[in-house]
């Protein structure tokens, strides 16, 4: 069968639409249900060993590796486990060029991977549709394993249908506390998007300080109406009338943190430890979860409460096999035949709107005359940084020539507006004529609000205002500020960066979601 969901990759939660998640739950359910009594589970088996399935793990792992390992099994598909400790990775291989061989070895391959640097799968998941027709096989699937503080889909899917089996699955409500490594926990980050599926979220943040959840998740989560309380310690937490019913941990992500935190993380750990005399302070009804593991020494949720009701994270771990059970039959082409719902967005359509004419001036009098003499034929692009201060304009007029390759031409020059008295760049290109589409997207992307003229005769005959495109990329001095991120030169993968326009003046990295202001996601 094949069906909507078959060659999808998925780097974040938000590749599958709420619709999608929805079905992924009552698929997993169905299959609990199957296995429990031992009835048939063939309607949820690939059964195809001539499906490549990578578990391509860059960084540790224990439950999410073999989890998707037995559920490779269950599949009954060619399963490698790729040793990227012993591979040409130490021969410093780009993960592109590995991942182009292993995709000839199948017609059909999924990978999952997981690694510290973050958008990996999104990256390939672009990347490699080109190459897949050049070989003649299927577009791969790319399966985000943990990239880094970024997200981790599949747990995130796991820990909703958890949460859905404590609440009857009811979707109407839920009040849950996250506890512990809120700022490098990227399973904490995925419940932004993963909590939607509930019509009305109340999240209570149990954190340090110095382990707080990043401000652009916190404005998501309000932006999205999730009502939110902050704690710094679980004795405050439990000082006040109405803790949750569902506890997420996290352990503190150790590996993650530079010298100065690993110093302080005894004492915030103590901060997010579960201890003997909360118990009273919390119903009896509460359910513990935590995406483990957890540290044998020093563990957030100690194991005197192992044997307690409380204890919700071992049957949680259970439900990761199970879920990914289904995210690779739905992946995999064997499910979605019957689904019914929203698609997640995952060919966003950029238009082009941000090119727009203007009626050219009817005036018969010369309009520019920057430079010695006036304009008779050619190009003026005007308003250059308008409002900023002259010194900031004369770099913008740098970057337009230099990225538009106008060096030798024309002349340029600071001036203060003839209305309003605001200071301007003007470059005006004699004898130049009309740029193409791709020169007009370059100068919006690189000085937004600029006018472009082309003049004839002394006249303005045609007349453009540019303003911020909704995709900025491929352009010389973009770069993420994120040093974790795939698009990061250091990596040396065959990346440029690009990036999203969320809001006006906001943007997002392509890859690793970043959030920048239009003037970041230049290089200094
Ligand atoms: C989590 C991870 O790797 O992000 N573990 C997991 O996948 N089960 C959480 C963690 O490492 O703390």
């Known amino acids: 069968m094949n069906s909507s969901f078959s060659g999808r990759s998925i ?29 048939s589970t063939e309607a949820f088996k690939l059964n195809d060993p001539d499906l490549g399935m990578y578990l391509f793990f860059m960084e540790d792992s224990t439950r999410t590796k073999e989890s998707f390992r037995n559920s490779g099994h269950f599949h009954n598909v060619k399963l490698n486990d790729f040793d990227a400790k012993n591979s040409s990775f130490q021969k410093k291989e780009s993960i592109t060029d590995t991942i182009k061989m292993l995709m000839g070895y199948s017609s059909r391959s999924i990978f999952v991977v997981r690694s510290r640097i973050e958008g990996v799968c999104r990256w390939l998941e672009k990347s490699m549709r080109e190459y897949a027709v050049k070989i003649g096989v299927n577009q791969p699937s790319f399966i985000n394993a943990g990239d880094g503080r970024h997200e981790h889909p599949t747990q995130e899917f796991l820990d909703q249908f958890s949460f859905l089996e404590q609440l009857n699955w009811k979707r109407e409500h839920i009040h849950l506390a996250l506890v512990g490594d809120l700022f490098h926990g990227r399973t904490v980050h995925s419940k932004v998007d993963g909590l939607e599926i509930f019509n009305e979220v109340e999240i209570d943040l149990v954190a340090p300080d110095e382990l707080a959840m990043p401000g652009h998740y916190i404005d998501l989560m309000g932006d999205k109406g999730f009502k939110i309380r902050r704690y710094e310690t679980i004795d405050e937490y439990l000082s006040q009338k109405k803790p949750a019913p569902i506890w997420y941990f996290t352990r503190l992500q150790l590996e993650r943190m530079g010298e100065k935190l690993l110093s302080k993380a005894s004492g915030l750990r103590k901060a997010v430890t579960f201890r003997q005399e909360h118990l009273e302070k919390i119903d009896s009804a509460t359910r513990f979860y935590h995406p483990l593991p957890r540290h044998s020494e020093t563990p957030t949720i100690p194991t005197f409460l192992d044997g307690l009701p409380v204890n919700r ?41 941000f090119i727009r004419e203007l009626p050219p001036a009817n005036s018969k009098k010369p309009e520019f005359k920057v430079g010695i003499k006036p304009v008779d034929t050619g190009i003026v692009i005007d308003h250059i940084a308008k409002d900023k201060k002259p010194d900031e304009i004369w770099e913008y007029i740098t970057k337009i020539r230099r990225a538009l390759s106008l060096n030798a031409m024309g002349s340029h020059g600071v001036f203060p507006g003839v209305k309003d008295g605001l200071f301007k760049g003007i470059i005006s290109l004699p004898g130049c004529s009309m740029p193409g589409e791709k020169k007009m997207k370059m100068l919006s992307a690189i000085s937004p609000g600029v006018t472009l003229n082309v003049i004839e005769d002394h006249r303005v005959i045609k007349k453009f205002r540019l303003s911020t495109p909704p995709r900025v990329y491929r352009l010389p001095g973009l770069r993420c500020k994120n040093d974790a991120c795939v698009s990061n030169p250091e990596y040396h993968e065959p990346i440029y960066a690009d990036f999203i326009r969320t809001e006006e003046n906001r943007f997002a990295c392509e890859y690793c979601e970043t959030p920048h202001l239009f003037s970041e996601i230049w290089e200094d």
């Open 11 to 39: 780097q974040v939660v938000r590749d599958f639409h709420g619709d999608e998640q929805w079905y992924l739950y009552r698929k997993t359910r169905d299959l609990k249900q199957a296995l429990r009594n031992g009835t």
């Open 313 to 353: 994270w071992d049957e949680q771990s259970v439900n990761g096999y199970l879920t990914r059970i289904i995210e690779l039959a739905m992946v995999g082409g064997k499910l979605g035949g019957d689904f019914r719902g929203e698609y997640g967005n995952h060919s966003t359509v950029y238009t082009d709107d």
